[in-house]
């Protein structure tokens, strides 16, 4: 059984995520304790829950101590089938977390996952946006050989939710290596600014804009869609995601959200600055999806490689957790400024 003590590193959900996700591609019976332990709010809130109980769907998992506010968790996998599964969240808990627990078992089930996401938040604080993972995540694990489709029906804000999602992935028979240490030069920025029944305020127009100023600021040209979506009348909100993509294939992201009486040229600003430090630096891949490839690129056997601006919590808890969990090794060193994140051949 895989012992894993939730209070440890950063203490927060990135442990209970993938320990449930490692814990269904080993098919080894999970026990965690102090979940969520250093947060404001320990143990499960309702997007926590959700995520263990589609995890369980995905895997035939059995639980103990699923419910809200638990802060200790007995998950107990059966294998790995697939099929079509229904989550909803309840409240504007973020859809994308839940993904990012889900996804990696989906790429190792025995047929096609079709994962339907409801009542939950594509865009909330502290995590990205539905479209950060759209163009940039799942793009990235395109690469490791994951084919994904996602597809978002319903956009969702704090604090009532209601956004929608399905994600069909494809299984993998085998996870390809990731390996990217040269920056290149940069082709292209591209973008999708979003809002939702605040058309009348150019919201999306003026969150475009504003980009588009810091981007033209550092010598890079912009194009951003535009969306004024209608898809949900039951919450406004806003959001906007740049990619960059260079010549030697290195995706990078930057995302925000609108939030109350945050300007729209604030969030513009804000995700440009965002994209903006990731280019400066010369990463090969950004801040978030640093820690995001970290499962993917530990269950493969090859070596895979890649270059981040900047250790995060995230990043240092899922390194620590894979090593734990799975026996890999990982080498963290520094090329200049970056951090160069290898997982070593096995």
Same mark, same amino acid.
């Given at each position: 059984?895989?012992?894993?003590?939730?209070?440890?590193k950063?203490?927060?959900g /990135?442990?209970?995520?993938?320990?449930?996700?490692?814990?269904g591609?080993?098919?080894?019976?999970?026990?965690? @304790?102090?979940?969520r332990?250093?947060?404001? &709010?320990?143990?499960l809130?309702? &997007?926590?829950?959700?995520?263990?109980l589609?995890?369980?769907?995905? %895997?035939?998992?059995?639980?103990?101590?699923?419910r809200?506010?638990?802060? =200790?968790?007995?998950?107990?996998?059966?294998?790995?089938?697939?099929?079509?599964?229904?989550?909803?969240?309840?409240?504007?808990?973020?859809?994308?977390?839940?993904?990012?627990? *889900?996804?990696?078992? %989906?790429?190792?089930?025995?047929?096609?996952v079709?994962?339907?996401?409801t009542?939950?938040?594509?865009?909330?604080?502290?995590?990205? /946006?539905?479209?950060y993972?759209k163009?940039?995540?799942?793009?990235?694990?395109?690469?490791?050989?994951?084919? $994904?489709?996602?597809?978002? &029906?319903?956009y969702? @804000? @704090?604090? #009532?939710?209601?956004g929608e999602?399905?994600?069909?992935?494809?299984? %993998?028979?085998?996870?390809?290596?990731?390996?990217?240490?040269t920056?290149g030069?940069?082709?292209e920025?591209?973008?999708?600014?979003?809002c939702?029944?605040?058309?009348?305020?150019? *919201?999306? =127009?003026?969150q475009a804009?504003?980009?588009?100023?810091?981007?033209?600021?550092?010598?890079? =040209? +912009?194009?951003v869609?535009?969306m004024?979506?209608?898809?949900?009348?039951?919450? #406004?909100?806003s959001?906007l995601?740049?990619?960059?993509?260079?010549?030697?294939?290195?995706?990078?992201?930057?995302?925000?959200?609108g939030?109350?009486?945050?300007?729209?040229?604030v969030? +513009?600003?804000?995700?440009?600055?965002n994209?903006?430090?990731?280019?400066?630096?010369?990463?090969?891949?950004?801040?978030?999806?640093a820690?995001?490839?970290?499962?993917?690129?530990?269950? *493969?056997q !090859?070596? !895979?490689v @890649?270059? %981040?601006?900047?250790?995060?919590?995230?990043?240092? $808890?899922n390194?620590?957790?894979?090593?734990?969990?799975?026996?890999?090794?990982?080498?963290?060193?520094?090329?200049?400024?970056?951090?160069?994140?290898?997982?070593?051949?096995?």
């Amino acid at each position: 059984m895989l012992k894993i003590d939730g209070s440890q590193k950063s203490g927060s959900g /990135t442990i209970l995520r993938l320990s449930v996700a490692l814990a269904g591609i080993l098919n080894e019976p999970l026990h965690i @304790y102090n979940i969520r332990q250093r947060r404001s &709010q320990p143990g499960l809130r309702p &997007q926590h829950l959700e995520a263990v109980l589609t995890a369980a769907k995905i %895997c035939n998992a059995e639980t103990r101590g699923a419910r809200l506010g638990s802060r =200790e968790l007995w998950f107990k996998p059966t294998g790995i089938v697939g099929g079509d599964v229904r989550a909803e969240i309840g409240t504007a808990g973020s859809i994308p977390m839940l993904l990012l627990t *889900v996804l990696p078992l %989906c790429a190792f089930a025995r047929k096609t996952v079709r994962v339907h996401v409801t009542k939950g938040g594509t865009d909330v604080r502290h995590a990205p /946006t539905i479209n950060y993972i759209k163009h940039v995540l799942l793009p990235l694990l395109g690469r490791m050989g994951l084919e $994904t489709k996602l597809n978002v &029906q319903k956009y969702g @804000y @704090y604090p #009532k939710g209601m956004g929608e999602i399905s994600l069909e992935v494809q299984p %993998c028979s085998e996870l390809k290596p990731f390996r990217l240490e040269t920056f290149g030069s940069v082709e292209e920025v591209k973008g999708k600014s979003v809002c939702t029944f605040l058309a009348e305020r150019e *919201v999306a =127009e003026r969150q475009a804009r504003a980009a588009d100023k810091i981007l033209e600021a550092h010598g890079y =040209e +912009g194009q951003v869609e535009i969306m004024n979506d209608t898809s949900n009348p039951l919450q #406004k909100g806003s959001s906007l995601v740049l990619w960059a993509k260079t010549g030697t294939d290195v995706l990078l992201g930057g995302d925000a959200i609108g939030e109350l009486r945050k300007p729209s040229e604030v969030v +513009g600003r804000e995700a440009a600055e965002n994209l903006f430090k990731e280019i400066n630096a010369e990463a090969t891949v950004d801040i978030h999806s640093a820690d995001m490839l970290v499962p993917y690129v530990a269950l *493969v056997q !090859s070596k !895979s490689v @890649y270059l %981040c601006r900047t250790i995060t919590q995230h990043l240092d $808890t899922n390194i620590w957790l894979a090593k734990k969990v799975l026996g890999v090794k990982f080498e963290v060193g520094r090329v200049g400024s970056l951090h160069r994140i290898e997982k070593v051949e096995a």
